[in-house]
């Protein structure tokens, strides 16, 4: 079992920047690949990006080149840092785990953390 626990949102200005945080419990982290989401109201949940257990990344290309995500599995701690946020990237973000990338990329992780809003306004 992993417990996931996201944390980092909040409200920015549009150009702004924030960084996410998911914190795994258990002593597996370094095996699973990690995922972080988003839905925004009335909108499926979307893949935002993907890290391999071995680093190996994969964005979705509307955040390609503006989000960066990264692990540290000494913490147990998967990043996303979100740089020149736009209102579009309004959202609750969530992280996603599983030992197999092709689920996470499915949209359907064995284990899910609980959300963090994301507000882009000026």
């Known amino acids: 079992q992993v417990q996931l626990v996201e944390s980092g949102g909040g409200l920015v200005q549009p150009g702004g920047s924030l960084r996410l945080s998911c914190a795994a419990s258990?002593?597996?982290?370094?095996?699973?690949?990690m995922g972080w989401y988003r839905q925004a109201p009335g909108k499926q949940r979307e893949l935002v990006a993907i890290?391999?257990?071995?680093?190996?990344?994969n964005y979705a290309a509307s955040v390609k080149g503006r989000f960066t995500i990264s692990r540290d599995n000494a913490k147990n701690t998967v990043y996303l840092q979100m740089n020149s946020l736009q209102p579009e990237d309004t959202a609750v973000y969530y992280c996603?785990?599983?030992?197999?990338?092709?689920?996470?990329?499915?949209?359907?992780?064995?284990?899910w953390g609980q959300g963090t809003q994301v507000t882009v306004s000026s």
């Open positions: 996603g785990a599983d030992s197999s990338g092709s689920r996470l990329f499915d949209r359907r992780p064995a284990y």
């Open positions: 890290i391999a257990s071995g680093g190996m990344t």
């Open positions: 258990g002593s597996m982290f370094s095996i699973y690949a």
